[in-house]
């Protein structure tokens, strides 16, 4: 089983900066050898979406909601998948979820994970 730990969430005025940390645990070798791990948000009474992803190789995919003002990136030493969010505005305001899985099939459906962290809250007002 993989762990995810999320941080970083806080609450920002508009315009403002924030970057999302999850740390990933547990697992075995093959966990890490080959995955797509990604950034879903749920806005209060909404559904879940994907933020962004990413996988082994450096692929990335980032939803259109937000294209030019996050980023995805990871350090592999540290097992830490980052996201880097600019330019916040109040509809970015969501509980923010890391989620890990091994393939990059359909990176940025909630269907296709199996492994979530407990989430961090944004706010921007």
């Known amino acids: 089983h993989v762990q995810l730990v999320e941080s970083g969430g806080d609450s920002v005025q508009a315009g403002g900066s924030l970057r999302l940390s999850c740390e990933a645990s547990?697992?075995?070798?093959?966990?890490?050898?080959?995955?797509?791990m990604a950034w879903f948000r749920q806005p209060p009474g909404k559904s879940r979406e994907g933020v962004a992803a990413?996988?082994?190789?450096?692929?990335?995919a980032i939803a259109d909601s937000v294209k030019g003002r996050f980023s995805i990136s990871k350090d592999n030493a540290k097992k830490t998948l980052y996201l880097q969010m600019d330019n916040l505005k109040p509809e970015d305001t969501a509980m923010y979820y890391c989620?890990?899985?091994?393939?990059?099939?359909?990176?940025?459906?909630?269907?296709?994970?199996?492994?979530w962290g407990q989430g961090t809250q944004v706010t921007v007002s």
């Open positions: 547990g697992g075995t070798y093959s966990t890490y050898r080959s995955y797509c």
């Open positions: 989620a890990y899985k091994s393939t990059w099939w359909l990176p940025l459906d909630v269907r296709e994970y199996n492994y």
């Open positions: 990413i996988d082994t190789r450096g692929s990335v």
